[in-house]
């Protein structure tokens, strides 16, 4: 089956079984098809002794890291028309994705049946929660401004609630919502960038947008959040607070595999799509944890096809919840994410004088 | 001036030392005050109250009178030689007990010590200051010749120490190193720089498996495993010599696995570390091959021993492996960042013989496995109690 027709399925219509016997169909010939194309993919599953594997969880993956230390790619060069970056500190390094057209236009697709099974098919308005400079600079593209333009799609007339400055665009907001009153309105960002300079500048001026029907999805991770002591009911509780009657959506999702996002369902659960998928492993040897029980995450995706990563593991933490059984109807794996690895206690590198 | 030292914390000493400790006089090399007062500290150290701790224990060992007695013979002109003054040092935070050490060397050779310890809490830290200090109560002449203090990434304070120092002992990787350095020191004061090192072992299969087993395994697991094999001494290859080396092989493995199921607990964050390597090393090193039982071990078998082996360092339990066809071949890999080799079987004046004969530039310790993390007063390659004391000569 090519992706176009898996891009068919319905995004959450299908059970684990189903999808078991799909993807290691799948995921086995897209895993010959990178050895043959991407010369270091084949050294490393030598190395590793891969041959053939008789499930999804016996079949090899890579640590999400080695897409900054190394440029993996599976098309030829000139074939490369964008490279992602994950949008790391300063100073740090950042992962290199390489898409062709073809991946590259998965991405859009696989977005676009995720998402639309949460806020309809129709394009709607749409308010991001960022400031246009962040999609001015193509050269620089990174995770974000990625993340603003892959949404972009769902609108069908958009705005940006911040300006240059990230300050928030208070009368332009309110304008455009009551333009928008009669309608359903989506709010897009990131967990941070909404909390920072959203939330807290509503805040601070004492306004509510008495918002009637809209949907704030978000993602970029908790990691900040965590610091600043804010829990996910606490976040969706705030920003009902100062937007009105609005749905909060968490998403989970990565560079890595951009478009095969795990969005968070009315229950609070991040569901795995038809198109990809998570497996929790134990870190003391990799083998899969049980329903509950903490471990690594492994995301799983039959996208990628210009560059071998379609099994990642990840450096966060996370637990499965349920499978086909979540009561918000969907089927296949549903999850939490409990953060990144805890990286403090390994006595660690001498390095104690560098910032 | 005076501001920037309210950002220090004190463990052993206070501000008036401070002010002071640029002043006091050098004592002469294994000054009678200091060996009383390390004698007083070993026994404290060794004491039944501190249990379970085995660096600060072999610390101890090290300081007592009889093992700093025959250590100073080897200085036969040590009545000719007096301390530089005072000795900024800046302990690394991947050895616990590492402060300590540095201080041995700075006291020994008759100097006052500015020991600047790493943010990063270790128990261990804690315990041997709560112990200095209690020994400094007995001997109170020496208190002014130990500060021992933690202060946050603070380059005022690093740049006034350093101007005032002697000698300055950095402990680190390069970039902590280059970043102290930035920090002048005065024209004729010495500094030294003790950067990230790489280690390995080599065994003599046929030798290994007459001895037992458990024994080396045990020793082995000291070397690396105690410290998270992130030690400077710590091997990150294992260069195996010798006959029966797929046998050796097999019982190394399964004898070091009964040691590390039974003490040790590998992080989480090192089971995705040791991925990352396994996949870089294969990108790398052609024909390499991973075998592991679980991620507490990874062996990463080369087929070939080329010189950049020195830059893949991974820790908790990683160990690369090469089978030699004769011990020559190591001189590849024998570049300035060696430091030790430890070895099994009787290779210790065949290695030496190799490092010097091929002028290799690193190698400064080969020692038994079970003796990585021995204690010395030559350090690098360096013979501190020489480098830090001046000699007077008189004719």
């Known amino acids: ?355 | 001036m005076e501001n920037i030292f309210n950002n220090i914390k004190y463990l052993v000493g206070n501000e008036d030392i401070l002010k002071n400790i640029a002043k006091v006089p050098p004592l002469p090399l294994f000054s009678d005050l200091v060996v009383d007062f390390f004698n007083s500290l070993s026994r404290r150290l060794m004491s039944k109250e501190i249990k379970g701790e085995s660096d600060i224990f072999t610390l101890g060992f090290w300081l007592r009178r009889a093992s700093l007695e025959l250590a100073k013979k080897s200085y036969i002109d040590a009545e000719e030689r007096i301390g530089w003054g005072m000795v900024f040092h800046i302990a690394p935070s991947n050895i616990p007990i590492q402060f300590a050490v540095s201080l041995v060397y700075a006291l020994i050779s008759g100097n006052a010590s500015v020991v600047r310890v790493s943010n990063k809490k270790f128990h261990q830290v804690d315990i041997i200051c709560r112990e200095i200090n209690e020994c400094i109560k007995e001997y109170p002449e020496i208190a002014p010749y130990i500060l021992i203090i933690r202060y946050d990434h603070n380059d005022a304070i690093t740049k006034a120490l350093s101007a005032w120092c002697d000698a300055r002992l950095i402990w680190g990787g390069d970039n902590t190193i280059n970043t102290v350095r930035l920090s002048p020191i005065p024209p004729r004061s010495i500094d030294l720089g003790f950067a990230d090192r790489y280690s390995f072992t080599v065994i003599d299969a046929d030798a290994y498996l007459k001895l037992n087993k458990e024994k080396v395994a045990n020793d082995f697991y000291n070397d690396t495993y105690f410290s998270d094999q992130n030690a400077c001494s710590s091997p990150r290859l294992i260069v195996w010599i010798g006959i029966n080396v797929a046998e050796a092989k097999k019982t190394f493995r399964k004898s070091l696995k009964a040691q590390t199921d039974k003490r040790y607990k590998m992080s989480d964050i090192a089971a995705s570390n040791k991925l990352l390597t396994t996949a870089l090393a294969a990108i790398r090193f052609d024909d390499a091959k991973e075998i592991k039982e679980d991620n507490t071990a990874i062996w990463l078998e080369i087929s070939n021993l080329e010189e950049d082996i020195v830059h893949y360092k991974e820790n908790s339990g990683y160990f690369f492996e090469y089978t030699a066809g004769n011990l020559e071949e190591i001189t590849v890999i024998l570049k300035k960042e060696c430091q030790t080799i430890t070895y099994i079987g009787d290779l210790g004046e065949k290695l030496r013989k190799i490092v010097i004969s091929s002028g290799a530039r690193g190698v400064d310790r080969i020692v038994p496995v079970g003796r990585g993390m021995d204690l010395s007063l030559v350090w690098d390659g360096i013979d501190l109690p020489l480098a830090l004391s001046r000699q007077i000569s008189v004719v």
């Open chain 1, 1 to 355: 089956m090519n992706y176009e027709k898996i891009l068919k399925l319905e995004p959450f219509g299908i059970t684990q079984a189903e999808k078991e016997s799909l993807f290691l169909g799948e995921l086995t010939k897209l895993i010959e098809f990178h050895r043959k194309n991407c010369e270091k993919y084949n050294k490393i599953l030598q190395t590793f002794g891969y041959e053939s594997a008789q499930s999804v969880s016996d079949l090899p993956f890579l640590p999400a890291r080695i897409f900054k230390e190394s440029e993996l790619i599976s098309v030829p060069k000139e074939e490369i028309f964008k490279t992602m970056t994950s949008s790391g500190t300063t100073g740090q390094k950042v992962s290199k994705i390489f898409l062709d057209r073809d991946t590259a236009a998965n991405q859009q697709k696989t977005l676009t049946r995720i998402v639309s099974n949460f806020t309809g098919k129709n394009r709607l308005p749409m308010i991001i929660i960022d400031s246009p400079s962040v999609i001015k600079n193509r050269a620089m593209f990174s995770a974000r401004g990625a993340g603003i333009l892959g949404f972009s799609i769902f609108a069908r007339k958009k705005i940006f609630a911040l300006d240059e400055n990230m300050n928030l665009n208070f009368s332009v907001l309110k304008e455009f919502i009551s333009e928008h009153k009669n309608e359903k309105i989506i709010l897009f960002g990131f967990t941070f960038m909404i909390w920072q300079y959203f939330y807290k500048a509503l805040k601070s001026i004492g306004e509510n947008l008495f918002m009637k029907d809209a949907i704030l999805i978000h993602g970029g991770g908790w990691k900040k959040l965590a610091n600043e002591k804010v829990s996910s009911m606490e976040f969706k509780a705030a920003l009902k607070d100062v937007c009105g009657n609005i749905a909060v959506s968490d998403y989970y999702g990565m560079v890595e595999q951009t478009g095969c996002i795990y969005m968070e369902c009315e229950k609070g659960h991040l569901h795995a799509s038809t198109y990809s998928d998570i497996i929790i492993r134990k870190p003391h040897d990799f083998s899969v944890c049980n329903i509950g029980e903490n471990g690594i995450i492994q995301v799983i995706s039959l996208l990628p096809k210009s560059y071998p990563g379609n099994l990642i593991l990840t450096e966060d933490e996370g637990e499965l919840l349920g499978i086909d059984n979540c009561p918000c109807g969907r089927k296949g794996k549903y999850f939490r994410v409990n953060g990144r690895i805890k990286n403090a206690e390994i006595r660690g590198c001498s390095d104690t004088f560098n910032r």
